[in-house]
C-alpha cells in the first residue's frame, strides 16, 4: 500500500526567504509519480510540481524546486524567494500506474510574513 | 488546456433532500474521474473512481448507495448525494485524467470543488 507523509502541519517564512516542505512516501512499486499541490483559501487544487520516479534529475518550476531522494523515498519542495501569493496549505501526493489513485499527505500549511 | 468544472459551486439543502453535482472535463476526454470529499483543515479524501461507461469503485467506508456516481460520458460525472443528512456537508472535488495522448496520462486536473451544507 501506498503511504505520504507531512511530518509538518505547519510552516512559517519570511517574504523573500526561502522554505523548504517536507514529505516522505512508501510504495512498493517502481513506476510511480509524485506532486506537490497549493491549496489556498479558495481552496482549488493548484499544481506546484510533478517529478516521475524514473528520472534522476530534480524537477523545477521557476522558484520551486524538488529534491527527489528516491532511496530515502524523501521528496521535498523548495520555494525561494518566497511571495505573499505563496501562503496556502500545500499537499504532497503520490500515484501509480494501473488504478492512477492519488495518495495525499495530510498537508502542510505555509504562512508567510511581510 | 486541462481545465475542469464543477457545478453548483455552492449548494444549500434540506435534510432528507438529494442533491446532484456536476463535473466536467472542458477540453479533454476523461478516461477516468474521481471524486473527493474535504473536511476543514483536512486532507482530501478520495470516495470513488470512475471509469467511463462502467460501474464507479468505492473506496472502503464509502456509502455506494449514498454517494451515487454516474460517468455517462467521456466529459461528464456526477456526484448524488441521496437522502442528504447534516453529516454530509463537506467540500466536495472531483478531478479528472486525461487518458489520451494529449495530456499527461498519470495526472489529475481538478475541479474547483461544490461546498455543500445541509441542513
Known amino acids: 500500500a501506498q503511504t505520504v507523509t507531512q511530518s509538518q502541519p505547519e510552516m512559517s517564512v519570511q517574504e523573500a526567504e526561502t522554505v523548504t516542505l517536507s514529505c516522505t512516501y512508501d510504495?512498493?512499486?517502481?513506476?510511480?509519480?509524485l506532486f506537490w499541490y497549493k491549496q489556498p483559501p479558495s481552496r482549488q487544487m493548484i499544481l506546484v510540481i510533478r517529478?516521475?520516479?524514473?528520472?534522476?534529475q530534480n524537477a523545477t518550476e521557476n522558484r520551486f524546486s524538488v529534491n527527489f531522494q528516491k532511496a530515502a523515498k524523501s521528496f521535498s519542495l523548495k520555494i525561494s524567494d518566497s511571495q505573499l501569493g505563496d501562503a496556502a496549505m500545500y499537499f504532497c501526493?503520490?500515484?501509480?500506474?494501473?488504478?492512477?489513485?492519488?495518495?495525499f499527505g495530510t498537508g502542510t500549511r505555509l504562512k508567510v510574513l511581510a | 488546456g486541462a481545465v475542469v468544472s464543477q457545478h453548483p459551486s455552492w449548494v444549500i439543502c434540506k435534510s432528507g433532500t438529494s442533491v446532484k453535482i456536476e463535473c466536467r472535463s472542458l477540453?479533454?476526454?476523461?478516461?477516468?474521474m474521481f471524486w473527493y470529499r474535504q473536511f476543514p483543515k483536512q486532507s482530501l479524501m478520495l470516495m470513488a473512481t470512475?471509469?467511463?461507461?462502467?460501474?464507479?469503485?468505492?473506496e472502503q467506508g464509502v456509502e455506494k448507495d449514498k454517494f451515487l456516481i454516474n460517468h455517462a460520458s467521456l466529459t461528464l460525472s456526477t456526484l448524488t448525494v441521496t437522502s442528504a443528512h447534516p453529516e454530509d456537508s463537506s467540500f466536495y472535488i472531483c478531478?479528472?485524467?486525461?487518458?489520451?495522448?494529449?495530456?499527461?496520462?498519470?495526472?489529475?486536473?481538478f475541479g474547483p470543488g461544490t461546498r455543500l451544507t445541509v441542513t
Open positions: 501526493a503520490s500515484t501509480t500506474s494501473g488504478t492512477y489513485k492519488y495518495i
Open positions: 510504495t512498493s512499486e517502481s513506476d510511480y509519480y
Open positions: 517529478q516521475e520516479a524514473y528520472k534522476q
Open positions: 477540453d479533454f476526454q476523461a478516461t477516468t
Open positions: 470512475s471509469n467511463e461507461g462502467s460501474k464507479a469503485t468505492y
Open positions: 478531478s479528472a485524467r486525461d487518458g489520451g495522448t494529449s495530456g499527461i496520462y498519470y495526472e489529475q486536473y
